[in-house]
């Protein structure tokens, strides 16, 4: 191959030239018209600091080739990195524009797509690719390194079981998957930006009461095998910052918080409405929202991969004040995570983020 740089890379560690992510459908066209304005974004995500060998260590701009623009051949050791290795996007067909356009859709669409209108919104031929695809960015909704929530704000925990319900096999049964759930509660005065269903940004100028002088914060949900203390705690400590309140119904799953250093305020609802809408109202509208979602927009989803459909909707809940900027920390995480194969997804193979390993 011969060793003359794509255009793409004369303006790749140019940070002069570096655009916020797009804020609408006209902003995408005009910030990625093509490939190599897809390329150059990438790079950047991939190495914020410049291109630094893989194999050697070597750091520099790399040399590049006009017949295979997406190959970095490193000036040290002369070994070859293609731009998307190591990203959701290895070895994929389909073009870096196509890979765009669909985080563009799936993070800034309110209630999200299926598969289905996924694969006729790109005009992608097979459904399982569209399938693959959707699932490789729902991997790259998970932060690797995201931090506990809590702290200054208290928390309320609970747990829903989440499917349908089954028919002919007697009273009781079900094949339904419990999901624990943990939101943080904070003043609406102290939410994180303006209200996004607002289209003007103003904020209500009512007040007093769950749903009007508080918010949802963070949210964190995960499939938990049952609601036994020595499950219930670790997903507890693996979510929260210790110190912090927290609010639960009277199970005795979450009797021992207080020894786990924090300020547990349990109160037995016992399957009275009125108590739980006082106690635990927001994770509770969660939980209302979520099984709306899941019925609405996918028509339900199997257990193998709730896990994958919780992480997008926590991604979607966690940045609902800021839609558009979603994007931008999808393809940045999506440069550096592990993605799902086609096997590995069909088999049940593949562990999706933040899945229960206790």
Known sequence: ????????MLNADDTSLEQDSPKSLTEFQGVFPNEDSCRTYLYRARFPTGFACPYCGWTGMPYGF????????????????RLTSGTIMEKSKLPLYTWFWGAFLVTSLTPGMSALQFQKMLGIRRYETAFNML?????????????????????????????????????????????????????RKKAPGADPNLP??????????????????????????????????????????TGTEVRTDGWTGYDNL??????????PVKGDHAKTDQHLPMIHIVFGNLDAWLLGTHHGVSPKHLQAYLNEFVFRF??????????????????RVDAPTYAGLYKGTWGHPGEWDG
């Open 318 to 335: 966690n940045r609902r004040f800021w839609p558009m900027v979603a994007f931008d920390s999808v393809l940045k995480i999506a440069a």
């Open 258 to 267: 207080h020894k786990l250093d924090y300020t547990h305020i349990a109160v």
């Open 135 to 187: 699932h490789k960015l729902r991997a790259a909704m998970v932060r690797p390194e995201r931090d506990p929530i809590g702290g200054e704000w208290p928390v309320e925990v609970d747990e829903t079981y989440v499917g349908g319900e089954t028919q002919g096999e007697g009273r009781g049964r079900h094949h339904k998957t419990l999901v624990g759930g943990i939101v943080e509660v904070r003043p």
């Open 1 to 8: 191959m011969e060793e003359k740089e794509s255009l793409w």
């Open 200 to 241: 003007s940004g103003q904020r209500p100028r009512h007040g007093g009461g769950h749903g009007r002088g508080f918010i949802a914060g963070r949210l964190r949900l995960q499939i938990i095998p049952n609601r036994k203390q020595e499950t219930l705690e670790p997903f507890v400590l693996a979510n929260v910052r």
């Open 66 to 81: 006009r017949n295979q623009p997406d190959m970095l051949r490193c000036r040290g050791c002369r070994r070859n990195t």
